[in-house]
C-alpha cells in the first residue's frame, strides 16, 4: 500500500534563512504525481509546489523548490529566505495517477522565528 | 472560475441533528473527496469518488454518508451527530489521470456539535 511520511512534526526557522521540510513515500509505480500543500491559520489549503515523476528536473515555484530524488522516493520542500507568511502546516501529497486515491503525510507545522 | 465550492461554512448542530455539507465543482474532474480536519491535526479521508455513481470509505467513514449522482457534486451527510464529529470538514475534487493534474480545495466547512 501507498503511505507518505513526514517525519517532522514541527520544526522551526528563523526569519530569513532556509529550511526543508521532508517527505518520503512508499509505492511500486512509476508515473506519479508528488505535491507539497501549505495550510495557514485560515486553514485554506494552498497548493505550493508540483512534480512529475518521470521529470527528473526538480520543480521550482520563487522561493520554494524541492529536491526530488525518485529511487530513494524522497520529495522534500526547501524554502528559501523564509518569511513570517510562510509559518503554515505543510502537506506533502502522492497521486498514483490512476485509479486510486491521493494520500496525504500526517503534516509538518512550520513556525518563523522574528 | 468558481472551483470547488462547499457550504455552509460554518454551522452549529445539536447531539443527534442531521445534515447535510453540499460540495460541488465545476472544472469536470473525475475525483473528489471529503476530508475532515481535526484542531492542530492532518487531513483524514472520510469518502471519496472516482466519478458519478461510485463512491469509496476513506479512513473513517463511520457516522457519514455521501452520494456521487452527477460529475458536479458530492454531498456528505452526517447522520445523528455527535460531539466526535466536531471538525472542519474540506471538499477536494482532482483530474487524475489527466495530464497537469492537481487537487483543488474548498474553503472548508467549520461544524461544531454541542
Known amino acids: 500500500a501507498q503511505t507518505v511520511t513526514q517525519s517532522q512534526p514541527e520544526m522551526s526557522v528563523q526569519e530569513a534563512e532556509t529550511v526543508t521540510l521532508s517527505c518520503t513515500y512508499d509505492t511500486s509505480e512509476s508515473d506519479y504525481y508528488l505535491f507539497w500543500y501549505k495550510q495557514p491559520p485560515s486553514r485554506q489549503m494552498i497548493l505550493v509546489i508540483r512534480q512529475e515523476a518521470y521529470k527528473q528536473q526538480n520543480a521550482t515555484e520563487n522561493r520554494f523548490s524541492v529536491n526530488f530524488q525518485k529511487a530513494a522516493k524522497s520529495f522534500s520542500l526547501k524554502i528559501s529566505d523564509s518569511q513570517l507568511g510562510d509559518a503554515a502546516m505543510y502537506f506533502c501529497a502522492y497521486d498514483p495517477n490512476r485509479d486510486d486515491k491521493i494520500i496525504f503525510g500526517k503534516g509538518t507545522r512550520l513556525h518563523i522565528l522574528p | 472560475n468558481a472551483g470547488v465550492t462547499q457550504t455552509p461554512k460554518f454551522r452549529i448542530l445539536k447531539i443527534g441533528q442531521s445534515m447535510t455539507l453540499q460540495c460541488t465543482q465545476d472544472m469536470n474532474h473525475n475525483y473528489m473527496y471529503w476530508y475532515r480536519q481535526d484542531p492542530g491535526m492532518g487531513l483524514k479521508l472520510i469518502y471519496y469518488s472516482v466519478g458519478a455513481g461510485i463512491t469509496d470509505k476513506g479512513e473513517v467513514p463511520n457516522g457519514y454518508n455521501v452520494s456521487r449522482s452527477t460529475t458536479e457534486d458530492f454531498p456528505l451527510r452526517l447522520e445523528l451527530a455527535a460531539p466526535s464529529q466536531t471538525s472542519v470538514y474540506f471538499c477536494?475534487?482532482?483530474?487524475?489521470?489527466?495530464?497537469?493534474?492537481?487537487?483543488?480545495f474548498g474553503e472548508g466547512s467549520w461544524l461544531t456539535v454541542v
Open positions: 477536494a475534487s482532482s483530474n487524475q489521470g489527466q495530464a497537469g493534474n492537481t487537487i483543488y
